[in-house]
């Protein structure tokens, strides 16, 4: 798969998004971390797809989000379908 591809670059916006919502996950772990400038920005990029998790995904003991974890592994996967997808379309075209 060639890096400037289409499926190379669904790829690697995975990966940015991935490492996104790592950094965010991270910061939950230090103090005023999500209140400073970064803290925010990633908040605004990465909390409207894990909002999605944690209505469905409970707080386990009401402080252990495992959300985050879910959203990850479906983030992947959805990723992994579109480039199937994307390379279906694009063996039908030649």
Do not use: C, H, T
Not at 9 to 29: E, G, P
Not at 39 to 68: A, C, H, Q, T
Not at 72 to 90: K, S
């Amino acid at each position: 798969m060639n890096d400037w591809s289409i499926s190379g670059i669904v790829m690697n916006l995975q990966n940015v998004y991935y490492f996104l919502i790592v950094a965010y996950i991270l910061m939950s772990w230090l103090p005023n971390a999500r209140n400073s400038f970064i803290g925010e920005m990633l908040g605004k990029v990465v909390e409207p797809y894990l909002s999605i998790f944690r209505r469905f995904i409970p707080p386990i003991g009401g402080m252990l989000d495992i959300s985050p974890i879910l959203a990850l592994i479906a983030l992947r996967y959805v990723a992994l379908g579109i480039v199937a997808v994307l390379e279906f379309i694009a063996n039908l075209f030649v």
